[in-house]
């Protein structure tokens, strides 16, 4: 009986792990492949507490709403992937045909350049130019969906495409939390600091609370991402001057094929003052971080808050609810808005002023897939999650802010409210691959204060002017790709196939222009430029 | 018994085996072969993985190589001489030798002519070029000791270095100097070659442990390690990589609290101040292993220490059980000692198997990637020190959606690890 069990154990196993690895597919397959039940699936990567429970409150409302009303079974599964894993993961699927039927759109290119929008993801212009039906009986019955959004949906619109793919659930503004408890018993003050320079002060009285007492306490708590949130919110500012001279076509940025431009035309180089003290200053700033911050990740960073081994963190509205619950009674929290160095004696020179949050997008931003079966159910869902009631219910629960207008702020989140007041300046340099490979990994050498400002320029430099050419290259064959995509929508439109003739019938142009274009011209502030499109389009 | 060969033409008499062997023909066919054709193909497409499939020639191997007017016959000279090291038969080695003697004479025109448009151009220095010309140099030497020296063994290294320094001079010339090609691509094999010259050092712990769990007396004993070293493969991977992030944090990590305590802190602290003036171990001593790019290559060195692989060592361990219990009774009567019994009889019999974990090193080195990404992020850490060959193609693909170029980086290092196989098994000699 010993030898027979230690001769067949193994197979045994093994017999025994295929049998229930098969019941299981065979269960899934039962439960969300059944014909009487239309699945829909739905990824993202937010691992934050309390997300996934939210989302699911939602989808279980929604499911017994659909059944309600169509008599007809639904099921929404939830898919989260890990933030590092999540760009692979959307890339695969797409290309793969296996796509999830809604994807949060982030990280992957596939999910933001205009030619493969286009090609993978629903456009929603249609639908958002209509009310939206579970907002009947309510203040906005009979307002385009688009409407009830905080931003009126403009961050959600693609320039290039002429279209909605998006649709957000909140909205993000990034603030500086502190302890509270732990700042007065350095400081002695309850408020937090009026200015840069009174922040960098009690940074330095941190340091020094530190040093005397011997407890491993840091100013503020950093990692990669953490020094990029400062970047936010330090850098435009600071590059709002070379932005009005590098801004060709005046849409407000100076995207890198117009930085490009204008280092050709030797309007700036890498030794600007703007940008040397730009980077000089979040230097200073990334010193107070904690040592070997950037090999630290984001969740390091708040750990370090957490555990009271850090007096602030820089973050979004994203971590309240995360921060809140993980402290819970341990310490009280803060939070404050960046302070622009305005009035330092250096910096004032270059600095503009604070940063305008005018621009904030949608969060959580979801696109339909072109491969889902159930489009319409897909849009119907949406629709369900973006009222007011029901937004509201969602961003409370995660303690994030909500995008529908008028819902009502958690008290801890009115600090998030988005300053209109400001300056925007994108100045973005990233002509080619490697600059964008080589201006990130050198930035953590320059933050680290391993590097100089000058010495960070000048390597920029020389990348610069070797890849500037191959990737202004790069840039054009990207756009010339995305107009071909753009003049496949217009064809679709335009050319389509018959049934009863069997054949492509072409429609009449300017009717099908005004179809297209409809929500475009309903803005008469654009009109101008829209007809002018228009009129070259129909000739 | 006789053994018959399997043939197509006795398929009726053998169909069972041949039925038996289709499953795993057509499963390794269709999810390895299929793929790996297929990233060749592509690699000479502009292909962004989903609509955009554009032949575009050696447009792909251009980009990464640069001038390939002059990598093409360099590149097939330094292959026509290699073969001819490589393969029996002195008519052909003659003619193979000829060949490539010939085109890499016309290889180092080319190049003399781009030196020279180099020195008179803004950029040019010749100063830049001393390391071209001591491998020159060297080349040099190379030459007299191929024709002068009566020792056979320095006589044949020296015709191998013939051509083999050249090919580096020309080398550092066109990707270092003159900058052309894929500048990171490039940068990322310098940690490659640091990388496999470590693996080389850290492969001897593996060996001693298996020599010292060979030679306990006692079966139980032996038994218990071997089962000792199974136990953490079925670890996943991605544990120990976290378990290694935690180890270098700077603040709470062991590594630097093992430094403070058993005062090595303090020799680095001074070896640094007054021998390598890196900057790196200041006080209080808290190194960034991971966030220093000084101390990321040391740091990627130092991971997994002490470098007793577990797959390693059951290779080893294999390879010793099957050497004779006769071979160790004849060596005791002779008396030989424990060292000598290592290298005359242990260290010779496994050969077999540090060859293979040879050809496996050097392939995961070059194809290494996950534990940059998880530990240094996609850009290698600061100053890309940590980007390696199969982060870069990894970067190209998920993040820039350049597939075709991924696929003729991978068709690259394909054609580098194979050469390098090659050569392990030319070089590395069994002796039975």
Known sequence: MKSFISKYLGIAILVVSIISTVAIVVRNHLIY???????????????????????????????????????????????????????????????GGTAPDIIEKAFAKIAEEPAYIARFFVPLSRYVAEPNPYNKGTEFEGVPWKETFFDGLISCYNRTLLDYYKIPFSMFTIRIYYNKNMYKKITGKNEPPKNYDELLAVWAKAKEYANKTGKPIIPIAGSKVQSDIFGYKFLPTFFYSLNRKCDYDFNGDADRYETWRAFKEKKWNFQAPQLINAWQCLSELAQNFQEGWVAAQRDDATFMFIQKRAMMIASGSWDASSLLTQVGDAFEIGIFDFLIPTDHPVYKKYVKGPVSEANVGGGIPWSITKQSKYKEICIDFLRFCTTKKNNEKFNKTITWLPIIRGCKLSNILKPFKP??????????FNISQEMRLRSQGDKWDLFSGRTSPEQYGKTLQKIFKRTGDEGYLDILDGDQRNQRNIDRVLASFIYQWDDETNKIKKAAIESKLIQLMSSAQGNKANNFERMKIFEKYKN | MKVEKLKLKNLKENWIIFLMLAPTVAGIAVFSYVPAIEAVRHSFYRWDGAFIEEFIGLDNFRRILGNISIWFPLLSGGILAGLSALIEGKKTIIALRTLAVIILSWTFFLLYKDTKLFINSDNGSIDKLTLTFAFLGLAFVCLLFSFKSKADKIRNLARFGLFFIPMMAAMHYLIYI??????????????????????????????????????????????????????PL???????????????????????????????????????????HLGVFNPPFKPAWLGDPSLIIPALIFWGFPWVGVVGVLIYLSGLQNISNDVYEAAEIDGVGWWRRFTSIEFPLIMTQIRLNLVLMIIGTFQAYGFQLILLGVEGGPRNKGMTPGLYMFFQAFNEQKYGYACAIGLMLFFIILILTVINQRYVRIQK
């Not at chain 1, 300053?419 to 973005?428: A, Y």
């Not at chain 2, 593996?206 to 000792?228: D, G, P, Q, T």
């Not at chain 2, 609290?257 to 005062?263: E, P």
Request: charged share 20%; net charge positive.
């Open chain 2, 234 to 276: 079925i670890i996943p991977q991605m544990v120990g990589l976290l378990i290694w992030k935690f180890f270098y944090d700077p603040n709470v990590g062991p590594i630097n609290k093992i430094l403070v305590v058993t005062g090595i802190d303090k020799i680095l602290m001074w070896a640094d101040k007054w021998i390598f």
């Open chain 2, 178 to 231: 003159r900058g052309y090609g894929d500048h990171i691509l490039w940068m990322s094999f310098n940690l490659i070659g640091i990388l496999i010259i470590a693996n080389l050092f850290k492969m001897w712990p593996a060996i001693f442990a298996a020599v010292c769990i060979h030679r306990l007396r006692s079966e139980k004993w032996k038994y218990f390690y071997r089962v000792l070293f199974v136990i």
């Open chain 1, 419 to 428: 300053e209109i007041g400001g300056f925007i300046g994108n100045f973005d």
């Open chain 1, 33 to 95: 492949e059944s014909p009487d039940v239309a699945t829909i699936r739905l990824c993202h990567w937010q691992l934050e507490s309390g997300f996934r429970e939210a989302l699911q409150n939602l989808i279980n409302e929604y499911e017994k709403v659909y059944f309600k009303k169509y008599g007809e079974k639904v099921r929404i599964v939830q898919l989260p992937i890990s933030e590092k894993g999540y760009r692979q993961y959307v890339n695969t699927t797409i290309i």
